[in-house]
């Protein structure tokens, strides 16, 4: 399974900004797509995630501000950053899984000047 992200750049506290990641050979009927991020010297850490069924799940640090959704038939997942704080700075990136599987998208940048 190959990831394509794209989104991210600079924006200022409050503002907004769109992910989107394509995912192209996946093979699992039902699969977990969703995004992680990495500050600098801090662990990669679970944004947000969403199941083929549409099952939903966010870190508390990002409810009520993001918002995740996919279109199984394009094999996509977009994260919405609404309201989006300095601290939302990091690399984001896309992922893949399904049990013991796993694939990685790219990251892309994201940084949010207060």
């Known amino acids: 399974v190959q990831l394509q992200a794209s989104g991210g750049g600079l924006v200022q506290a409050g503002d907004s900004l769109r992910l989107a990641c394509t995912a192209s050979?996946?093979?699992?009927?039902?699969?977990?797509m969703g995004w992680y991020r990495q500050a600098p010297g801090k662990q990669r850490e679970l944004v947000a995630s969403m199941t083929s069924r549409g099952e939903r799940n966010y870190a508390d640090s990002v409810k009520g501000r993001f918002t995740i959704s996919r279109d199984n038939a394009k094999k996509t997942v977009a994260l919405q950053m609404n309201s989006l704080r300095p601290e939302d700075s990091a690399v984001y990136y896309c992922?893949?899984?399904?049990?013991?599987?796993?694939?990685w998208g790219q990251g892309t940048q994201v940084t949010v000047s207060s």
């Open positions: 992922k893949y899984w399904y049990r013991d599987f796993e694939s």
């Open positions: 050979n996946s093979h699992f009927a039902f699969n977990i």
